[in-house]
């Protein structure tokens, strides 16, 4: 008996890859795709799909959704997801949230950083943040989780096994990262057009990114002190992947040696992070669900290096992940 | 003394590159900028000409443009085109014409492939098409000319010398043509955007592209018989160059080096046609005015191998070669 | 239980798709892999495996090979793989041969295009030709397979239905293909350094390409009549995929739809090859298995456009295929 | 009357660039171009230079060289330049050294470094670093310069003006750069291979980079303090350009426009560097000399972006840039 999944908002680049996942996923079955405006076969929206997956999109209201699907995977934008997912929940599906919508726990951030009303304030904060490396625990028993933004994978998991043991100070990090252009979406603007965009890299948004909110979020949660970082994207001509450089300070005198120990004790029995001697690339790890993390002691500073696949790690493998979790599958199911 | 200089429609990436090779120019001078939309300065609009060129963008009428101007050049969509050109040539304005108004001979041809009604049609057939290679008589004395299409000048460049002296046949040629993604203009679409072309290549407008006819006209001219082409383009993962690959059959039997011979006579004293014995590559004449054919004759089969920069020799450095020939300044100014 | 596996030659870009491929396979289990030259674990070989399998390449003999697995992939080059195969063959285990080696049916015909003599050439002609959608029925019972070289996967694939059904002359077919750069191999060279390719496209090989006469051999097959191709590969500045557009001459007149509603009904119950009235792409196909094809009558020319991943149809993925076949597995095991 | 040069090293990129800048430059003459090994027509090493210049490489000797050329451009590797330079200086030819030879002001640290002993010790700390913005005085006379690295043009140009007026702590300075491939040479190598860069980036050498030291040497100078800086380069998919996101702190309370002025004030007549308010883009300076510089104060951290083509301001325009400051041409000659 396969689990019954809706993916809201199926034109963009998480939702076609969610899809070509779960087409691997021998225990989910696709019932319906939706989209406000886009009522065309899915593979038109996506000729990737050619043949695979018969389906039409579809403008459905939440009974709608709710009635043929046991799980709700929403690619919506922030705002427009919050909207929609109460009245879901209502109805007994779960819901795992790709958009930045219940990652923050208290609404004046969400406002200040986003400059919207949140539309479901009173569940901030009680809902799991989607990293089981992190938060299994809560995660195994939720109907909604909030899957983590793609910056914030590739800066949490170096930082949070050397900030709890104690090895790094928690402020004054720096997080300088780069990623692909799929990042950026599906819609098309200027800024990501291809002749913009090749041969080029750029640093965006310095001080203002959207994920900074989160980043600090779990770092203050992992170090108990309040804190705030400085984070630095980059776009980089690439379709995929994250590589995050991540400047900080050791308490007491560290070496590498000590600190990937750290590490592979930290991750041990995690079945995507991969503690890595080398350098790490993000080609080694696109198209997967794995992470490559490494760590290096340079005179006062440790750098942690981190490579994820932005589109599998940091969006729809880890939802993937999420949802295994959430529906006692295999927590690896489709994503090896 | 400087030649007074506008351009038309200077958003995009030919007059991106057109103002790039005008600042090199020791005879010009750059007088206005025009855009329907945009008055920004150029350097927001063109963030590389940052504190190289003070000029904001203008919504001008011709008579504005003509009394700054000696020489306009017009990277205006067709249709927008022609509607302004008559006027400025009447005001004593020299122009040369980036877009596809002026290229065929006749008004129904235009329609057929444009499907919308001509502006000028009276002119079309007097105006010089704009290869210096070809047609540098008449274009020394013109006061409009019409700079080819960057397809067909890749086309044309290595077919005519071979047809003009018989050596292939006119007919049954096939021009598989793959260009860069410049080509395809800076207006935000779904086909251009970075994730869509990056690691891709797929074939456009088969038998329909409306460069089509452009090469036929040439084609016949020079054979003195009416004659169809198959041109198949393509999109390729780079910002810019086209390789056409173009497959004809000899008349009688040749050899390589014959026809390796005949185009080095045809193109001798040519200085921006260079004959080559190696494969060409995009990227040995990407940024230059530079052409780079060769031949092989293989089977019952001459294969003619191009490459240029689209933008360059395909578009802004043909326009400033028109230019210099009209001015009176050596043709290769600004251009080595 | 698991089928045991070896893999020769694994530090290319083939035995590193081969060895990502099975590892998603439920029924497989690979216990060695050889090198001549280089004998460090894998995670150091292919980065992307670390944390993923764990052993070391090794220099074995066929005797050591043979014991501990019930198939070779074979990713050796030409020559060495047929070096090879007899003894292991002797041993009882099944071979999948991804080099050239047992691909043509002759030894003179070899000989005539790599230029060496061939090593084993009594068994050319009896080897099944690892293309399942044509020849499923001897490569289900064979203990050797030829697996397809990838430029000939993309071009049989659309024309022999075509051919098989008389639409199509089998003379005077031209072959312009183009390729992403994994397919020229792992090995440093200059021309396929980063800076060379980027930004760049170029024709090679035109005319004396060796997967000319493995074209040639299933087309004369499939005509019943000797022919020749033109076939010109280009390189394109992406790592994977290939896009072969295709020029031939119809028979007698017929529609872009009649030929679409072939190719659908040749292909009507093949997992892999998806029939598409768009012009494929490349990327639509990255990372699958899957074949995308589609046709168009222009005057009196077919076209056809062909898209496959290199690495994958056109080469691991299509070993894997064969091997399902061969030891009766699901065929689509680990390949969707 | 042109000045005669020889080009040393004439097979690499850095010889290409070189070349194309001084075939645009009406006061010079290129008169021989060395190798040790290859002694092809120089259209062969670099197919893009076809019908342009007229020369075989040659092995020649110091006498030789210094016989047919008043200047020489070294883009030999390190040490091997040191071993011939003094005697063509002794000879009277004037010599622009893109190596790293000349750049540090002591063996001591070059042997640290560069794990060799140096070649002209005794000459080390008399030659001027090659950045004109910095250092022109020194270069009008000089026979000798050390043209500088590529990594440290773009960290140094950014901030040595913050530090000498006292805005920013010369200690505990982080360097992230980005490097687009041409940077690493075009020797083949697996690392730089196209299939390994392409849809990639990377860390390389934290904390070990060879250009670490020369961008040490000049920040001491400039702030009279010996310090050291935390560089991290990264390998970026594409041809060239660095990027460089350089952090460090305010000495006390300032604003990102208060830094805009300084960097104006500070580069107000420099031809090539431009200050500007958006983000830098490797793009938009890409095949020009120009630098671009932008600032940004982020809580108590001070950032500076900068943006040159390595090639071009990071190696030969710069180079050229010299050679005109050493032979009394406008400094801007050939290079806009």
Redo the contacts between chains.
């Keep these: 008996m396969a689990t019954t999944i809706t993916i809201l908002g199926a034109t963009g680049?998480t939702a076609l890859e969610l899809i070509k996942i779960l087409?691997?996923h021998p225990n989910t079955e696709i019932t319906a795709l939706t989209s406000r405006e886009d009522t065309r076969s899915v593979e038109l929206v996506h000729?990737?799909l050619?043949?695979?997956l018969n389906l039409s999109l579809e403008n459905l209201s939440p009974k709608e959704i709710a009635a043929q699907s046991e799980c709700v995977f929403s690619c919506l934008p922030h705002i427009a997801s919050a909207k929609i997912v109460p009245e879901l929940l209502s109805y007994g599906t779960r819901v795992i949230d790709l958009s930045a919508d219940y990652r923050l726990s208290a609404a004046d951030i969400f406002e200040t950083w986003y400059a919207e009303k949140h539309p479901d304030p009173d569940r901030l904060g009680k809902v799991p943040y989607g990293l089981p490396e992190l938060f299994r625990d809560q995660i195994v028993k939720t109907n909604l989780v909030a899957n983590p933004g793609c910056y914030p994978t590739s800066a949490i998991l170096p930082l949070v096994p050397l900030i709890k043991t104690g090895m790094i100070e928690p402020e004054?990090i720096?997080i300088?990262s780069?990623s692909?252009?799929?990042g950026a979406g599906?819609k098309?603007?200027?800024t990501?057009?291809?002749?913009?965009?090749?041969?080029?890299?750029?640093?965006?948004n310095?001080?203002t990114h959207r994920h900074t909110p989160e980043i600090e979020q779990i770092i203050t949660a992992a170090s108990g002190k309040k804190t705030?970082v400085?984070f630095?994207p980059?776009l980089?001509?690439?379709?995929?992947?994250i590589?995050s450089?991540i400047?900080s300070k050791p308490i007491q005198p560290v070496t590498t040696n000590e600190l990937l120990e750290i590490l592979r004790d930290f991750y041990r029995d995690e079945p995507f992070v991969?503690i890595?001697e080398?350098?790490?690339?993000?080609?080694?790890?696109?198209?997967?669900n794995?992470v490559?993390i490494t760590v290096?002691v340079?005179?006062?500073?440790v750098?942690t290096?981190s490579?994820i696949d932005n589109l599998i790690k940091g969006a729809s493998g880890a939802a993937v992940q999420n949802f295994n979790l959430m529906f006692n599958y295999l927590e690896t199911t489709a994503l090896?």
């Design positions: 680049y087409l691997r000729p990737s050619s043949g695979r004054d720096i300088d780069k692909g252009i799929s599906r098309p603007k200027l990501t057009l291809y002749p913009e965009c090749n041969e080029n890299i750029s640093a965006y310095i001080g705030t400085l630095t980059h980089t001509p690439m379709d995929r992947g590589l450089t400047y991969k890595v080398h350098l790490p690339s993000t080609k080694d790890v696109s198209g997967t794995f490559h290096r340079v005179g006062n500073k750098i290096v490579a090896i």
